[in-house]
């Protein structure tokens, strides 16, 4: 008789480096308002169910900047620095509340970047401050618009971005929705306080969550680099036949791919206490070559897309009698160099990240079991099934009635209570199931699609990572002339650059206006990298790489698995 199916929920925390590299500033608030929402309120939910389990993924270019962010605000709390680097932040610690003209003008179109039905309407206080802003630009009549309407928007705007967990049990976050207008700066400097504490206690809360054996913590590569690329960019042909490509690799392509897996590793350890045992490749990009590195390097698993599994199998797995290659992990790679791999199941996830959302919550439970079910009943007589839902942990939830904190409550509960499933995580799935079924080539690809055409292939992307080789090119002759504090900051700067948000959003199919914001800031650190070289600015750094112009679903931010799904 076969074990119960094991579910294996694992959430990805992921952004970029969003740190202004001539300026340092921050240009986009993401990292501080996910901390204070989605990573605060996933790791509430599994503390509070017993027998809840669930992996982590925290990407060290994000854990870097949630500490920078709570370094700069104890500093300011405590009077040690006169100024925050985040202008949102800024604003809310701003202790007159009499901004500028700027500063309103950028109040009014940054603090109502969110999900409106969820998040903003459901205050009719939060309600009323959009509706005389629509009002006043419609009859130009902004200028009308006192500054207690500004010190009131940046503190809703931070109060409707607090974890579902933090508005409903936190005593500040209580008062002051109930309060609901004419904030102090008493009011604002009391919210900044409990912000900071959120983002200052992330560590510890993981810490402790890991200890108790309730989740599982892993890393990805340190800035989030497509590896595969940084190895061959032939790879992306493997796939996608006519891609686009560099007519030259990227120089030194392997020892940066291991800089960042070295770095990950360390810097994981260190906040967190521990060695990981598992990685996320950057966006699930996985190549025989980048997977033999992680082998090497120390890693016992790692996990991607359902769709390399179709491309590496020469079959599509949904319609395999059965399809139950998917439903156990795969050893790719030989002896030492060799990595147990895991790959995601594209319905179920996708499921959760874009259609649940939009169902009654019951109803969304009750399909998600009816699909775990038809996957128990495919994998019956098989020694230790699991299926792996791995998806972004941050972007769906604002989607969701209350962060989906009542959805991934019932979700997880209602998977707990029931014989035919267990929830656990990679390592301890391997700790009693050992993978024996060797995939004996592992096509190049990704969790999108299966290929690597999200980073790769279009003018602009290629266009992207031509302006990175060159700036390795440049890296390569002068970094031996500079002193190791300086070599330390442009190594630094090239991981950065390597990162693969940058090439993400390049192209028509995305939001014009955020291709602008990741197109600038690019340019901006490449521009800083040959700054700290001591090497001159190429004027193709002044030159725009992509506009944009798509309304790309769920603003470019997410994307769905797999187009053989």
């Known amino acids: 008789m076969s074990k119960p199916l094991s579910v294996i929920f694992y959430w990805h925390m992921h952004q970029p480096f969003y740190c202004e590299a001539d300026t340092g500033n921050y240009h986009l608030p993401w990292v501080y308002l996910h901390a204070m929402k989605d990573y605060t309120d996933m790791a509430e939910i599994l503390s509070q169910l017993p027998r809840a389990k669930a992996v982590i993924n925290y990407v060290p270019s994000l854990t870097a900047q949630i500490e920078d962010y709570a370094a700069h605000l104890r500093e300011f709390l405590n009077g040690d620095a006169k100024s925050l680097n985040d202008p949102l932040l800024a604003a809310l610690a701003h202790k007159s509340g009499e901004y500028s003209e700027a500063e309103r003008s950028f ?17 009719p206080d939060y309600s009323r401050l959009w509706n ?79 200890e108790a054996g309730k989740i599982e913590l892993t890393t990805t590569p340190y800035a989030h680099p497509i590896m595969p690329l940084m190895l061959d960019f032939n790879t992306a042909r493997e796939t996608v036949e006519d891609a686009l490509i560099p007519n030259e690799p990227y120089p030194g392509g392997r020892e940066r791919a291991l ?73 790719i790679g030989e002896k030492d160099e060799q990595i147990t791999c895991f790959f995601r199941d594209d319905r179920l996830s996708d499921l959760l990240g874009f259609e649940y959302s939009r169902w009654n919550m019951q109803d969304a439970i009750n399909n998600f079991m009816h699909e775990l079910a038809n996957i128990r009943h495919r994998t019956k007589g098989m020694e230790a099934p699991v299926v792996s839902i791995i998806m972004d942990g941050e972007n769906a939830w604002e989607h969701y009635h209350e962060n989906a904190l009542p959805f991934l409550t019932n979700l997880y509960q209602t998977i707990i209570e029931h014989d035919e499933y ?28 299966g290929n690597l055409s999200t980073w790769i292939g279009d003018n602009a992307k290629t266009r992207g990572w031509e302006l990175l080789i060159e700036a390795k090119k440049a890296y390569d002759i002068h970094i031996d002339q500079l002193s190791p504090e300086q070599q330390e900051a442009a190594n630094e700067q090239l991981r950065i650059c390597e990162g693969s948000d940058w090439c993400w959003w390049f192209g028509d199919y995305n939001p014009g206006s955020v291709v602008r914001d990741f197109d600038q800031l690019y340019r901006r650190h490449l521009k800083k990298l040959h700054q700290l070289l001591g090497s ?13 112009g798509g309304e790309a679903e769920g603003g470019g931010t997410m994307r769905r698995g797999g187009a053989d799904s």
């Open 107 to 123: 109040l009014l179109e940054a603090c109502f970047r969110l999900n409106h039905e969820r998040n903003m309407h459901r205050y």
């Open 132 to 210: 005389m802003a629509e009002h006043a630009k419609n009859s130009e009549g902004l200028n009308y618009l006192g500054d207690s309407f500004f010190s009131d928007l940046v503190t809703w705007y931070h109060l409707a971005w607090l974890g579902e967990t933090v508005r409903s049990r936190n005593f500040v976050a209580r008062r002051l929705i109930e309060k609901a207008r004419d904030f102090s700066y008493q009011d604002r400097r009391d919210l900044l306080s409990l912000i900071t504490t959120l983002l200052s206690d992330i560590p510890a809360t993981h810490r402790r969550l890991v």
């Open 259 to 331: 800089d960042h897996i070295a770095l990950a590793r360390s810097s994981h350890e260190k906040l967190f206490g521990h060695i990981p045992a598992g990685c996320w490749p950057a966006e699930g990009a996985v190549s025989e070559a980048s997977l033999k590195l992680l082998g090497a390097s120390g890693f016992q698993w790692c996990a991607t897309g359902e769709s390399v599994l179709h491309h590496s199998l020469k079959y599509n797995l949904r319609e395999q009698q059965g399809n139950r290659d998917l439903y156990h992990p795969w050893l």
């Open 422 to 449: 267990e929830l656990t995580t990679f390592s301890d799935y391997l700790e009693n199931n050992k993978a024996t079924e060797k995939l004996e080539h592992l096509v190049s690809g990704s969790w999108v699609y």
């Open 536 to 548: 001159p600015v190429p004027p193709s750094l002044s030159e725009n790489i992509s506009r944009g």
